[in-house]
Structure formats: structure tokens, C-alpha cells
């Protein structure tokens, strides 16, 4: 049973999204997705500054056996990238949802609207139609 | 006869199981007007004998011509143990294995190989090589806007002073990926002109390449160029050839910080010049870089019982994996080629290859010290030099280079096509392989080339 927080929103592929108490929104995978990949030994995330369209892929988790993008749920720009984790992967794995975020953004105007993220239930009927 | 190892009943059941009438079947989604109809212009097939026949006539109009001829290919001294070796059945294979992890002998050779590579470069890891210079100087410069997070342009700065061919590669292979390869110019001494790279001093650069020494056989300052390029965020691509490395500053330590990719062509390493190719391009670069690196790398490791072995790794880069996002479309290595140069570089050792350098660089100035005491001779670019050098002469080179190929003499490369702004321009290279003999041969015929054109 995968762990789904419920202060949080997800996308359909597999990433969570919080919204910090200054604005900006925090995003990461999700434990269904760090569960799936393994344990990661390599995690690319972007450089602050750069602009990023909605579904665009702008991050990098790889695991022994497969490299897989994470994509930008709604567009914006990147304030921070997980500096922590190009030495520690693995946090990832131990604390999806806490130190193992990927990027913080801020998001463009309208575009979190446009997104259309999942409710913490939603996300749960995604998994079960998955069959996870 | 056609190795496939299926009857036409084998065909006919396996297309029965999945459904499909026939096998063009297969093809259906490949739009028609995509699809070629004949295959016209490809000439009947030849046997064993006849194609024997062909190639032996082919390398009979080769000659043995006395080669002055350098231009990125190089005439070496191959001791016979190297293809002795490397044409065992165990070795004959030219590529990465298939169930990589079962041929351990394969990997390790490619496992010293890297290795080798390595410590030639001095940078921290190398791949198990590419398919030549030109495509590894065409995938840095891919891996380099990959690697370099902090710049946005893709804008590679390229030497006009390097190879021609391999800036056309680099052009064919990265310009429609979204690149923009700008030329750098070359000063009135060969070298790269500094004040060329005044106009970038504020702007986006993703990198600049390196050439040492460059096409003009001409030694670059690759410690200020490094630093230059680092002070302004962009990557520092070396194009080496290895053969100097052996006396030159490697890569690893140009500058205050080294090279971030060195890249270049592996031939001068025991393999031989063949009318050009099959050849191996090698490549490496600093850790931090290492998954950007294109290409299949081994790894050592420790079986479950604690024994040393050897892994194709990094994998989830490549295209089996990754698919379109995979780093590069490279996925196998000229395994027969390294396995000939992890066996020349392993006979010559480290001191052997530096005698080598030292001899070519002695027989080169011995050459240009000769042909420049001929009437209408002179030397294009005075400087350091390896290798080669550019000669200017006083008429157009290529009747020239005829005359002294009806003699015997491959005099070089005339650069009239590559570089028009040289003039007469003639490059020109000796290895260890030429002998004092040769190149007073050379000498002799170039002048009398020179005064019958001149009395005619």
C-alpha cells in the first residue's frame, strides 16, 4: 500500500506537488514511483533560473536498471534544484515525500489552474486502476 | 548463401502464430512513397573469388608509395605481436559482446583499455571508444551541451585550424540537434587567434574545442585557452592526438582545472593506415561528466562471492534503456581496433611511446629542415610543431604532388581545397617510420619537381 499524503497533489505521471508557505510549490516523485524504479543511484535535477513548459521532461531519476524522466507538472520557473541529492540519491528512495524532492518552482500565471492535479484520493484511484 | 538459419517452413509458422500473411507484411506502417522500390544501383552480387580479386587490384593501384602524407592518419610502426594477437579467434569479434557480462576476457581487455586511455589523457574516466575522431570530436561537443547545465546557448566555438573533416562531421551530426558551431580563426602564426575571442568575453559559450597539436600540426597555448574558457562557464573540449600526449601536457592538465572532454583519433595506435579505416576514436572526461558520456563503458565489480569481475555499467544511459532520450545513438565500440591498441600500448609502454613521439617529432624537423633548403620552399607557420608542418611553395601544389607521386613520393596534402586563404600550401608529416635516406629522397625529387616546372 503505497503511502499517499493528503496535503498533497499529484499528477498522473507520478509526481507530487506542495505548495510552500511562501508560494512557491515544491514537486518530487511520489512513493508509488520510488517504490516502482528501485533504489536510485543517480539523480539529475534542474538548474534554478531555468523556464519550464508544462510536461516538459526537466529531471532525471535512475536506478540500476532504467533512467526515467520527471516531468514539470504546469509550466514556470525552477527557484531551486535538490542539491542534496547528487550525493545522497538515495533519499529518494527513504523519504520521497520530505528531503528527496526534486525542485522547487514557481509556477506561471494560470498554469497551475491548467494543470488539473490529482486529489490525494484521485491519485489513489489512478494507482488502483494501475494495479498498484 | 544467406546465414539465416530458418526455413521457408520456419517462416511460414512463425508468420502463422503472429498473424501476418506475409513478411513484407511487417513493414505495413512504413508509408509507401518512404519506400524504396528497387535497389537499382547496387551492382549484383560477387563471389568469394571475385571480390578477392577486386580488392587485391585495388590495393595493387594503393602502390607502395613512400608516404609523406600525415593530415590525421599516421604512418606507425606496428610491432607484428599486435595483429598476431588481436586476430586470435578469442579477439575476433568487432564488437561489444551480446550477454556482455559472459565474456569477461572481452571486457577486461576493454576494462585495460579505458584505463590506458585514461592515464594517456590524464582525465578520470574514458569510454570503451567510438567510431572515429571525427564522430567522438562531433559527440563531445552533443555531450558537452548535455553536460553544461549552466549555459543555454548551445553554442560550440570551433577552430577553423581543426580538422576539416572533423568539422564537417560535427556539422552533419549536431547542427540539426540545435547547435551553433562557430569558427574560430587562426593567426598569422597557425595557432588559434586569441584576439578572436575577444568578441565572446561577455557572452553565453557552451564550449570551446581544443586542437593539440592542431591540423596545421601547430602546438595551441592549451593553458590560457583552458583558462579562458572556464572563466567564462564553457566546457573545454580537447582534440589530441595520442601519439603526442606521450610528450605533450595531457588534457587532464590544461589549465588550472584540465579539460572537461578529450576526445580523438585512436589509428596512430596500432592500427594501420588501410586506405582509411576501420579506425576508433577514443574519448574521455571528468567523473562529475561521466553520465553525459556517450557510448558503452565498463566497470569493475565484486561478484556475490566477493570475486573481482568485470560489467558493461552506466547503462541506463544508452539507447537499449533510454530510448530517444538515450545520451547518444552510439551503442557498441570498434572492439577489434582497441583490443589491437590495449596490445600496442601494453608492447610499448609508456617510455616506448615516448620514444616514439620523440622520434616523429625529430624526423619531422628533420624533414622541414630539408625540403626547406629547396629553391621555392618555405615554411608557412614558424612555432612548435608535431608531426607535421605547413609548407608554402612558390606554385600550385597539386601538379606538384603528381609529379612526385609518378616517382614514388606521396608528398603530402595540398590544402588549396581546405584552405584557399593559404595559397600553395602543402602539409606535410614524417613519423619514426621515415629514415634519413627517405627524406634526402624526398628533397631531391621535390627540387627537381620544382625546376622542371620552372623551366617549363
Given amino acids: ?132 | 548463401m544467406a546465414f539465416i538459419p530458418h526455413t521457408a517452413a520456419d517462416v511460414a509458422a512463425m508468420l502463422a502464430t503472429i498473424g501476418v500473411r506475409r513478411i513484407e507484411d511487417l513493414f505495413d506502417e512504413i508509408p509507401a512513397e518512404l519506400r524504396v522500390k528497387s535497389l537499382a544501383g547496387v551492382p549484383a552480387a560477387l563471389n568469394e573469388m571475385e571480390i578477392g580479386r577486386l580488392m587485391s587490384e585495388r590495393a595493387r593501384r594503393d602502390g607502395l608509395q613512400l608516404s609523406f602524407l600525415g593530415a590525421g592518419a599516421y604512418e606507425h610502426h606496428i610491432p607484428a605481436a599486435v595483429w598476431a594477437i588481436t586476430t586470435r579467434g578469442e579477439f575476433y569479434s568487432a564488437y561489444t559482446p551480446y550477454q556482455a557480462e559472459a565474456s569477461q576476457g572481452t571486457l577486461q581487455t576493454i576494462y585495460e583499455f579505458q584505463t590506458m586511455i585514461a592515464r594517456l589523457t590524464a582525465m578520470q574516466v574514458a569510454n570503451a571508444s567510438m567510431y572515429e575522431g571525427a564522430s567522438a570530436t562531433a559527440e563531445a561537443a552533443l555531450m558537452a551541451v548535455r553536460a553544461n547545465r549552466k549555459s543555454q546557448s548551445a553554442r560550440i566555438l570551433l577552430p577553423r585550424s581543426l580538422h576539416p573533416h572533423y568539422r564537417s562531421v560535427a556539422h552533419a551530426t549536431a547542427a540539426n540537434q540545435g547547435l551553433r558551431f562557430e569558427e574560430l580563426p587562426f593567426a598569422a602564426d597557425g595557432t588559434l587567434d586569441r584576439s578572436a575571442l575577444a568578441r565572446y568575453e561577455s557572452e553565453d559559450i557552451t564550449a570551446l574545442v581544443i586542437a593539440q597539436p592542431n591540423f596545421f600540426g601547430r602546438l595551441e597555448e592549451v593553458d590560457a585557452l583552458t583558462d579562458w574558457a572556464h572563466a567564462r562557464q564553457a566546457l573545454v573540449i580537447a582534440v589530441v592526438n595520442p601519439t603526442a600526449l606521450a610528450l605533450l601536457k595531457p588534457p587532464g592538465e590544461w589549465g588550472a582545472r584540465g579539460a572537461d572532454i578529450a576526445v580523438g583519433e585512436g589509428q596512430p595506435l596500432g592500427v594501420p593506415l588501410s586506405s582509411g579505416g576501420p579506425y576508433f576514436g577514443f574519448m574521455t572526461t571528468r567523473l562529475e561528466h561521466v553520465r553525459q558520456m556517450p557510448g558503452r563503458i565498463v566497470g569493475r565489480t565484486l561478484d556475490v562471492a566477493g570475486h573481482e569481475g568485470f560489467t558493461l555499467t552506466l547503462q541506463a544511459r544508452e539507447q537499449h534503456i533510454r530510448r530517444a532520450r538515450a545520451t547518444s545513438n552510439i551503442c557498441t565500440n570498434q572492439g577489434l581496433l582497441v583490443t589491437a591498441a590495449t596490445i600496442y600500448l601494453s608492447l610499448m609502454g609508456a617510455q616506448g611511446l615516448a620514444r616514439t613521439a620523440a622520434a616523429c617529432h625529430a624526423r619531422s624537423r628533420e624533414l622541414v629542415a630539408a625540403l626547406t633548403r629547396v629553391a621555392g620552399v618555405r615554411q608557412a607557420f614558424a612555432g612548435a610543431h608535431f608531426h607535421e608542418t605547413v609548407l608554402q611553395l612558390d606554385r600550385p601544389v597539386a601538379p606538384v604532388l603528381k609529379a612526385l607521386m609518378s616517382r614514388g613520393i606521396l608528398g603530402g596534402l595540398d590544402l588549396s581545397a581546405y584552405y584557399p586563404e593559404l595559397g600553395h600550401a602543402l602539409l606535410v608529416c614524417a613519423t619514426e617510420t621515415k629514415t634519413s635516406a627517405d627524406i634526402e629522397r624526398y628533397r631531391n625529387a621535390l627540387g627537381e619537381v620544382l625546376q622542371a616546372a620552372r623551366a617549363a
Avoid at chain 1, 18 to 26: F, K, S
Fill in chain 1, 1 to 132: 500500500m503505497s503511502n499517499i499524503p493528503a496535503d498533497l497533489r499529484y499528477t498522473k505521471s507520478h509526481e507530487w506537488v506542495r505548495t510552500l508557505a511562501d508560494g512557491t510549490l515544491e514537486v518530487g516523485i511520489t512513493d508509488h514511483a520510488q517504490h516502482a524504479l528501485g533504489d536510485l543511484v543517480f539523480v539529475e535535477v534542474p538548474e534554478a533560473g531555468r523556464s519550464v513548459k508544462a510536461n516538459e521532461p526537466c529531471a532525471v531519476v535512475e536506478s540500476v536498471k532504467a533512467a526515467s524522466d520527471v516531468y514539470a507538472p504546469f509550466a514556470g520557473q525552477v527557484v531551486a534544484g535538490n542539491s542534496r541529492l547528487t550525493a545522497e540519491p538515495e533519499t529518494v528512495n527513504t523519504e520521497p515525500y520530505a528531503g528527496g524532492w526534486l525542485m522547487r518552482l514557481k509556477a506561471a500565471p494560470g498554469s497551475l489552474e491548467a494543470a488539473q492535479l490529482l486529489s490525494p484520493a484521485d491519485y489513489q484511484k489512478l494507482l488502483d486502476a494501475e494495479g498498484g
